[in-house]
């Protein structure tokens, strides 16, 4: 079953429209996947850390070159070196080394997590789709203003433009708790951290390349195409002159077998004639 989600509509300016904008159904279906969304989440956070915590064991700490004391005869228990992880100032035991910590995810599910994300935001409401962003030079207070008048001020909003808009970007990026991105760019974590997700209304008519791949028909068995079949000439090709050639070799042993048997016969007739 096919639903219908609407967004709230509003006009370049910030003031609401009387009907609701209906979301592109081949996009946003209403279906959330959780563990997809886990799995973005948790590869992206990993993607941003550096990987260089690192620990120093006991072959790496200088010192302890002998025993502290001899193995018996003292009451006290056998140490080996004062560099040991029981001692203070020894080595650490299974402590962080630098590594490496990213993950990559297949594309489509990639894909798919993005696409659980914005219908996540579309199900509770706070997507809002507005005509455009339309700033001639970069103005802050400009930018202030239209989230008032949407009511959204005051809350984590991410703002998605269709491609680049400089003016947008340098207009909000002063403001705190807003953020401005392409709408190609934000990513699963990016919305689901924003508490209002406000969308160009140009930006979803570019969300085509981004649906589901429809299945693609596969051709019949009956007729090959002809690229294939002179693929299966060229190959049938050597094999009919490589059986020729085995042909002829087989001829050639023959025709040689003849003769000898035919010198060795009338070489034992002169023989037997003497």
Not at 183 to 191: E, G, L, V
Request: charged share 25%; proline share 4%.
């Amino acid at each position: 079953r096919v639903v219908m989600l609407e967004a709230q509509h509003f006009s370049a300016n910030g003031t609401a429209k009387k009907s609701a904008y209906t979301l592109p159904t081949g996009y946003f279906d209403g279906a959330v996947n959780t563990a997809v969304l886990h799995q973005a989440v948790k590869s992206f956070l990993g993607n941003q850390r550096q990987g260089t915590a690192a620990t120093k064991t006991r072959s790496m700490v200088s010192g302890g070159g002998q025993k502290p004391w001899r193995q018996k005869g003292t009451g006290r228990a056998r140490q080996g070196t004062i560099r040991a992880a029981q001692w203070r100032g020894g080595g650490v035991v299974f402590g962080p080394q630098p590594r490496d910590y990213r993950t990559q995810l297949p594309r489509k599910v990639r894909q798919l997590a993005r696409r659980s994300a914005l219908n996540a935001r579309a199900r509770e409401g706070a997507l809002v789709v507005i005509e455009t962003l339309g700033f001639d030079r970069p103005h802050t207070a400009t930018l202030a203003a239209l989230l008032t008048n949407l009511g959204v001020a005051g809350k984590k909003v991410l703002i998605l433009t269709d491609g680049l808009n400089t003016n947008a970007y340098l207009s909000g990026r002063n403001l705190p708790r807003t953020e401005v991105m392409r709408w190609s760019d934000a990513a699963p974590y990016d919305i689901l951290r924003s508490d209002v997700l406000l969308v160009e209304e140009t930006a979803l008519g570019t969300i085509a390349g981004d649906a589901p791949e429809a299945s693609v028909a596969q051709p019949s068995t009956t007729a090959a195409p002809k690229k294939t079949v002179k693929k299966t000439a060229k190959k049938a090709a050597p094999r009919k002159k490589t059986a020729a050639k085995k042909v002829a070799k087989k001829a050639t042993k023959k025709a040689t077998k003849k003769a000898a048997t035919k010198k060795s016969t009338s070489a034992k007739k002169t023989k037997g004639a003497e």
